[in-house]
């Protein structure tokens, strides 16, 4: 009886037990390697990679860059930075207005965008669904403000959170300046704030 | 000893299972991603689809940038060499071409700045051919991705007008 039936049941289980521990702990390994990559750059409620699509991406960064941003071009082509959070970390919430306000970039190019919790682009009644530097619509001093919410707050530069769950904002940086490319920490990111006076998120 | 044998078997199993899933999860998104794109249109691999600017109901791939218009093709090496040409869209418009191997890498991109004339010509092989606009693909199949920002609606036709030069096809070896 334990040789035949009680012995591989308990070495199944172990088994199982094992392969659960085993995966959390490469899991957890790949997670706090990651922490130590200097190529993984966060920079107030913005992250970045500098190996997004490159060859030289680890696996964790492919298998990331391919989830949430398959076809990713190289940082010398485009600089994307991602937000889910605001500068004090805080869930940016749907059910809440946010308030993106910063200056330009030293690229070619520059977009903000905004994606639901697919990853995808949300309805827009302007049928807008980015704020760039062709059409943004800047302050008297230069800067811009970015808002972000459900209902459209009256503002020229109004990226909707239609009926999205999550929200995610991405920056790109077309032909990114050599300045940028040799020192991303260059490049001054915008803030994110909680633009309604609602309980924070 | 059993208890030993079986927990330790387990944690190796369980590590190797994680790294394994890793390293084949970004070349299952991107048979998933080739397999959406050729879904789009009818002619197969090795042609190019010429797209518009991604709105919502655009969820063939995640995070696309509504201000670019692409053209793609999904590539596949099998039967010799891919030569891809065209014209560029008037000057001041951003453009890029992108070859992606099977594993999601953007092993090659060029963009119009690049470019010393508004043509281009590209020969994706499985080999270095040692030629100036050879570039060897890691892998047999892959992506090619043209981007070009429209900035507002009349840029669509001198888009339009590029994405319409675009030649495509598979010369023997």
Redo the contacts between chains.
């Keep these: 009886m334990w040789d035949v039936v009680v012995?591989p049941l308990?070495?199944?289980?172990?088994?199982?037990?094992?392969?659960?521990?085993?995966?959390?702990?490469?899991?957890r390994r790949?997670q706090t390697n990651t922490g130590k990559n200097p190529n993984e750059i966060k920079l107030g409620a913005w992250t970045t990679n500098r190996l997004a699509?490159?060859?030289a991406?680890n696996?964790?960064t492919?298998?990331r860059?391919?989830?949430?941003?398959?076809?990713?071009?190289?940082r010398?082509?485009t600089i994307y930075f991602f937000a889910s959070q605001d500068d004090l970390g805080n869930p940016l919430d749907p059910d809440h207005d946010w308030e993106i306000r910063g200056r330009g970039f030293d690229c070619?190019?520059w977009?903000f965008?905004l994606?639901d919790e697919?990853?995808?682009?949300?309805?827009?009644p302007s049928?807008r669904?980015?704020v760039?530097s062709?059409?943004v619509a800047p302050e008297a001093d230069g800067s811009y403000r970015i808002v972000i919410s459900r209902a459209d707050p009256g503002v020229a530069n109004w990226l909707a959170a239609?009926n999205a769950r999550k929200l995610m904002v991405?920056i790109?940086l077309?032909?990114p300046s050599q300045a940028v490319l040799d020192d991303v920490r260059s490049v001054g990111l915008p803030s994110i704030r909680q633009r309604d006076k609602g309980p924070a998120a | 000893m059993i208890v030993l044998t079986g927990l330790l078997a387990g944690v190796a199993f369980g590590f190797a299972t994680y790294w394994l899933r890793l390293y084949r999860l970004p070349i299952l998104l991107m048979a998933g991603a080739e397999k959406r794109l050729l879904s789009i249109r009818s002619t197969g691999s090795n042609t190019f689809h010429h797209g518009r600017a991604p709105t919502h109901k655009s969820r063939q791939i995640v995070m696309p940038s509504p201000d670019l218009v692409y053209s793609s093709c999904v590539y596949d090496l099998a039967a010799g060499d891919l030569v891809i040409s065209g014209q560029l869209p008037p000057e001041g418009h951003y453009w890029s071409l992108s070859l992606y191997a099977h594993n999601t890498d953007n092993y090659f991109v060029l963009n119009d700045r690049e470019l010393p004339a508004r043509s281009f010509s590209i020969t994706v092989s499985r080999k270095n051919r040692g030629k100036v606009g050879s570039i060897k693909s890691p892998t047999r199949t892959g992506i090619a991705l043209i981007r070009m920002i429209q900035r507002k609606p009349d840029d669509l036709p001198g888009i339009q007008a590029s994405q319409q030069s675009i030649r495509c096809g598979v010369v023997k070896a």
């Design positions: 012995a308990v070495f199944l289980t172990l088994m199982l037990g094992g392969g659960a521990i085993g995966g959390w702990l490469a899991e790949a699509g490159s060859s991406a696996a964790l492919r298998a860059i391919a989830t949430h941003g398959i076809l990713a071009m190289h010398k082509e070619r190019w977009s965008t994606y697919e990853d995808q682009l949300i309805e827009s049928r669904y980015s760039h062709d059409n239609g991405t790109r077309y032909n």
